[in-house]
């Protein structure tokens, strides 16, 4: 029966003013509920709301709690945010509890095991991040100065930076124009005598057109390194994203399909590379005598906390991949009959898992400029995000190249709010906005 309503403030501040555990929960003295009932007319109810009521219990006639509203406290919506429960709480808590919180312990190889059962492949060595797990992918393939590897120039700058790492130089290729990934038929023309590897990226959780790849590549005995950052549980012909060449990289960035806070996985079918990995990301300590070092080595390793909070994470991942889908048609149910609108594509061999779902604004056929529409999305309490500038384009790798394709979807695409847990009115009202503002900025320039 409900009696009252007591905030987790109002027993700190009893318990500050000397009250105890054991004292009654009636010592809380709250304010009267503020109390509608159905008979109440729609104004008479309205009357009642202001903005401190967050929470509106629903109590039959005989007062008992039937249902509970929760007011949405977010004062706006984000691009993306991590799901958690009490498992992750639960397994985090263990670590503690426990003291294993470093990177020994029996997450770290659960984490790992779940993730290789998950994509399919025989090895996975957990890393401190994606970029981590790149650098090391291309070490324990003794990739280093004097090689060039081929990027798409569209991705984050991770993907180039760990090929400069290793002493490589990182060579950009544009983009095909419907995925917005790696384009495979301008590959050959990017190779040279000094290439030794290939990153194709899995941007916006669409798998690159891989056979084509792995084609060339073999052609010119090239390796094949996955940049799966933002696309776990995607698939390429039926074939799960990480498993489709010599060795695929995940990252747990608090924005990723599923996080550890940072974080990353190395995978591959490969046992001396998984080995040698494994020895890198541990200061190329020796296996076999500790303290020795052959090789210089990295500190890269993942904590258990964070495999603990990576292992609730498997758990639900699934539940995530299949909530994007349903955002992604949610999204596109309101934005496909719009014609200056260029929805993200799913070829028919992927199975895009929508990390961000992305748009194109056709700025050919509407005078929108895409930062002027981030703007009044921010307006209406809705962050929204550019695609990535061109890495040839960025200070570091800038060499005067000239991508056209990449170039022009990176200045006229926008990521959408894409979290897990935001809700079809949301994304309907996102839409509006983005119609709304679309169809007025029309008007504007016809009028003209
Ligand atoms: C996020 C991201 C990375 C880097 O991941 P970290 O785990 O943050 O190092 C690399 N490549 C791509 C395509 C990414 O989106």
Redesign the pocket.
Same mark, same amino acid.
């Given at each position: 029966e409900l009696k009252s309503i007591i905030t987790d403030g109002d027993i700190r501040r009893a318990l500050l003013s000397g009250f105890g555990l054991q004292s009654s929960i009636f010592v809380i003295k709250t304010n009267k509920p503020i109390v509608a009932s159905t008979e109440d007319s729609v104004e008479q109810i309205a009357e009642r709301f202001n903005e401190k009521i967050r929470i509106i219990p629903v109590v039959d006639k005989q007062n008992k709690v039937v249902d509970v509203y929760f007011r949405d406290k977010r004062t706006h919506i984000a691009v993306t945010n991590p799901l958690f429960d009490e498992h992750e709480i639960e397994l985090l808590t263990e670590c503690i509890v426990t003291g294993w919180v470093s990177s020994a312990g029996a997450f770290v190889t659960k984490f790992e095991s779940m993730v290789a059962d998950y994509c399919g492949t025989k090895y996975a060595v957990s890393c401190s &991040?994606? =970029?981590s797990g790149l650098h090391l992918a291309l070490l324990a393939h003794n990739i280093g100065p004097g090689d060039e590897v081929i990027v798409p120039s569209l &991705? /984050?700058i991770? =993907?180039a930076n760990a090929v400069t790492y290793t002493g490589a130089t990182p060579v950009f290729v544009d983009s095909h124009k419907t995925t917005w990934n790696i384009d495979p038929n301008l590959i050959a023309d990017a190779i040279t005598p000094k290439t030794k590897a290939i990153i194709p990226?899995h941007l916006y959780g669409h798998p690159a057109d891989m056979d084509p790849i792995n084609e060339i590549a073999k052609k010119h005995n090239l390796l094949v390194v996955e940049?799966a950052? +933002?696309a776990q549980g995607a698939k390429y012909k039926n074939r799960m994203v990480g498993s489709l060449a010599d060795i695929a990289v995940f &990252?747990? /960035?608090g924005n990723?399909i599923i996080t550890t806070g +940072?974080g990353?996985m190395i995978v591959t079918d490969d046992a001396d590379i998984a080995e040698k990995c494994r020895v890198l990301r541990d200061h190329g300590m020796s296996k076999d005598r500790r303290y020795w070092h052959e090789v210089v080595g990295y500190n890269y390793r993942l904590t258990n906390m964070q495999a603990a909070i990576g292992v609730a994470q498997m758990h639900k991942i699934d539940n995530i991949i299949s909530r994007k889908k349903e955002i992604a048609a949610e999204y596109s149910k309101h934005l496909e009959a719009i014609p200056c609108i260029t929805l993200p594509s799913n070829m028919n061999w992927a199975d895009n898992v929508y990390w961000l779902y992305t748009i194109l604004i056709d700025t050919h056929l509407v005078d929108v400029n895409v930062e002027d529409l981030m703007q009044v999305l921010k307006q209406n309490g809705v962050d929204s995000r550019p695609v990535f500038p061109p890495m040839h384009k960025q200070p570091i790798y800038d060499t005067g190249l000239t991508l056209p394709l990449c170039e022009d979807i990176s200045q006229r695409g926008i990521s959408l709010p894409s979290a897990p847990d935001i809700s079809d009115d949301n994304i309907a009202n996102i839409c509006k906005i983005i119609i709304d503002f679309i169809e007025t900025n029309q008007v504007a320039s016809t009028r003209l």
């Amino acid at each position: 029966e409900l009696k009252s309503i007591i905030t987790d403030g109002d027993i700190r501040r009893a318990l500050l003013s000397g009250f105890g555990l054991q004292s009654s929960i009636f010592v809380i003295k709250t304010n009267k509920p503020i109390v509608a009932s159905t008979e109440d007319s729609v104004e008479q109810i309205a009357e009642r709301f202001n903005e401190k009521i967050r929470i509106i219990p629903v109590v039959d006639k005989q007062n008992k709690v039937v249902d509970v509203y929760f007011r949405d406290k977010r004062t706006h919506i984000a691009v993306t945010n991590p799901l958690f429960d009490e498992h992750e709480i639960e397994l985090l808590t263990e670590c503690i509890v426990t003291g294993w919180v470093s990177s020994a312990g029996a997450f770290v190889t659960k984490f790992e095991s779940m993730v290789a059962d998950y994509c399919g492949t025989k090895y996975a060595v957990s890393c401190s &991040s994606a =970029t981590s797990g790149l650098h090391l992918a291309l070490l324990a393939h003794n990739i280093g100065p004097g090689d060039e590897v081929i990027v798409p120039s569209l &991705s /984050f700058i991770a =993907t180039a930076n760990a090929v400069t790492y290793t002493g490589a130089t990182p060579v950009f290729v544009d983009s095909h124009k419907t995925t917005w990934n790696i384009d495979p038929n301008l590959i050959a023309d990017a190779i040279t005598p000094k290439t030794k590897a290939i990153i194709p990226v899995h941007l916006y959780g669409h798998p690159a057109d891989m056979d084509p790849i792995n084609e060339i590549a073999k052609k010119h005995n090239l390796l094949v390194v996955e940049d799966a950052a +933002e696309a776990q549980g995607a698939k390429y012909k039926n074939r799960m994203v990480g498993s489709l060449a010599d060795i695929a990289v995940f &990252s747990y /960035f608090g924005n990723k399909i599923i996080t550890t806070g +940072e974080g990353g996985m190395i995978v591959t079918d490969d046992a001396d590379i998984a080995e040698k990995c494994r020895v890198l990301r541990d200061h190329g300590m020796s296996k076999d005598r500790r303290y020795w070092h052959e090789v210089v080595g990295y500190n890269y390793r993942l904590t258990n906390m964070q495999a603990a909070i990576g292992v609730a994470q498997m758990h639900k991942i699934d539940n995530i991949i299949s909530r994007k889908k349903e955002i992604a048609a949610e999204y596109s149910k309101h934005l496909e009959a719009i014609p200056c609108i260029t929805l993200p594509s799913n070829m028919n061999w992927a199975d895009n898992v929508y990390w961000l779902y992305t748009i194109l604004i056709d700025t050919h056929l509407v005078d929108v400029n895409v930062e002027d529409l981030m703007q009044v999305l921010k307006q209406n309490g809705v962050d929204s995000r550019p695609v990535f500038p061109p890495m040839h384009k960025q200070p570091i790798y800038d060499t005067g190249l000239t991508l056209p394709l990449c170039e022009d979807i990176s200045q006229r695409g926008i990521s959408l709010p894409s979290a897990p847990d935001i809700s079809d009115d949301n994304i309907a009202n996102i839409c509006k906005i983005i119609i709304d503002f679309i169809e007025t900025n029309q008007v504007a320039s016809t009028r003209l």
